[in-house]
């Protein structure tokens, strides 16, 4: 699965990565997470487009979100015959621009995260479905969700999910309603291990509130970078403050 990536890449790279004729003051985001508003690649009448969505897939049909589940990834297995994303694979294919993502190593109670991304930095696509859902008071909300495959190579070792990686190759084919599903699913393999790497972070990515650079920082280089603990003033009794507050995602 992928719960956590990243988007740090300027308004302007993006736009001449992806092709898009919108000029979007997206923000660096170095901790995008579900339910957040994510930058979205779409066609319409042959043109990309730039639109944000909401991360977090909700068919048509669902009459109320609550009781439908958080689907921010969808398995590539079978998503072209399932009720719920058939249509949208049919007709509302698109790409998620990234250029990081995190997953989570698990021995035991311990979970290690990991930034996986290109060597030199550079932007890629998840594939994705997409729907409008219409409220009953008449709003509509954009919602994404990217696909996911079984991971592969060292990706395997750290998670058996992995997000799909699209070849740019194929970003055309995937967003062309004309393409049949048959072909669309084809085009969704697993990301190839060649061209990226897999760094071990600190934990500073679990918590939702942080979004700098520092959530990219090598785990050595994280915790060099730790502050001292303050010293207490004298005739003053050393206070514990447990975790300090600090949410954790596991």
């Not at 988007?7 to 302007?12: A, G, L, Y």
């Not at 009448?45 to 609550?66: H, S």
């Not at 004309?178 to 790497?197: F, G, I, V, Y």
Request: hydrophobic fraction near 40%; charge should be neutral; include cysteine.
């Amino acid at each position: 699965m992928c719960g956590r990536f990243a988007v740090k890449m300027s308004p302007e790279a993006m736009q001449q990565a992806f092709g898009y004729d919108e000029r979007p003051n997206f923000p660096p985001r170095y901790n995008i997470a579900p339910t957040q508003p994510v930058p979205v690649v779409t066609i319409e009448q042959g043109r990309r487009r730039f639109v944000l969505m909401r991360w977090g897939f909700i068919p048509g049909w669902v009459k109320d979100p609550k009781d439908f589940p958080l689907v921010f990834n969808i398995r590539s297995e079978g998503a072209r015959e399932k009720p719920s994303f058939r249509a949208a694979f049919l007709r509302r294919r698109a790409l998620m621009p990234a250029d990081a993502f995190y997953e989570w190593q698990r021995a035991g109670k311990t979970s290690t995260p990991y930034v996986i991304r290109r060597p030199d930095g550079g932007p890629f696509a998840f594939p994705a479905l997409w729907e409008t859902w219409v409220s009953p008071d008449g709003s509509e909300i954009d919602t994404a969700a990217l696909i996911t495959a079984a991971a592969e190579g060292p990706m395997a070792a750290i998670h058996h999910r992995t997000p799909v990686i699209l070849d740019p190759a194929n970003w055309n084919e995937w967003l062309d309603p004309a393409t049949s599903t048959e072909r669309a699913e084809a085009l969704l393999s697993p990301p190839l291990q060649t061209e990226l790497e897999l760094v071990r972070i600190g934990p500073a990515v679990n918590k939702v509130s942080n979004d700098g650079p520092e959530v990219q920082a090598p785990a050595g280089e994280a915790e060099a970078v730790k502050p001292a603990p303050a010293k207490p003033k004298r005739a003053v009794p050393k206070k514990t403050d447990g975790d300090g507050g600090q949410g954790s995602l596991f």
